[in-house]
């Protein structure tokens, strides 16, 4: 059976930074990996994704701030957050992008950006 693990999250403020990390234990790690977040009363949204390769795609509003990135020997997939805003609160949770290759959702990891 697949899981995920998340982990990394915490409170910080405005302006700080976290590294987040996602193991993936029973299956090596699909070819198009990402990271997702869900904030309160919205729905969950893709952030980052990563190929095996190396190949990254970001969305708008987290472009220039966050770098994904994926050690596929550990079968890991990383995302370093910087220059967090309020906006960045939510649970993160990491997945393979495509939906036929999707394991079931981690616990994800909460990030809570406040002064």
């Known amino acids: 059976q697949v899981q995920l693990v998340e982990s990394g999250g915490g409170l910080v403020q405005p302006g700080e930074s976290l590294r987040l990390s996602c193991e993936v234990s029973g299956s090596i790690m699909s070819n198009i990996m990402g990271w997702y977040r869900q904030a309160p009363g919205k729905q969950r949204e893709l952030v980052a994704r990563?190929?095996?390769?190396?190949?990254?795609w970001y969305a708008d509003s987290v472009k220039g701030r966050f770098t994904i990135s994926r050690d596929n020997a550990k079968n890991r997939v990383d995302l370093q957050m910087n220059s967090l805003k309020p906006e960045d609160t939510a649970v993160y949770y990491c997945?393979?992008?495509?939906?036929?290759?999707?394991?079931?959702w981690g616990q994800g990891t909460q990030v809570t950006v406040s002064s």
């Open positions: 997945n393979a992008v495509a939906l036929y290759e999707r394991w079931s």
């Open positions: 990563v190929t095996r390769g190396g190949s990254t």
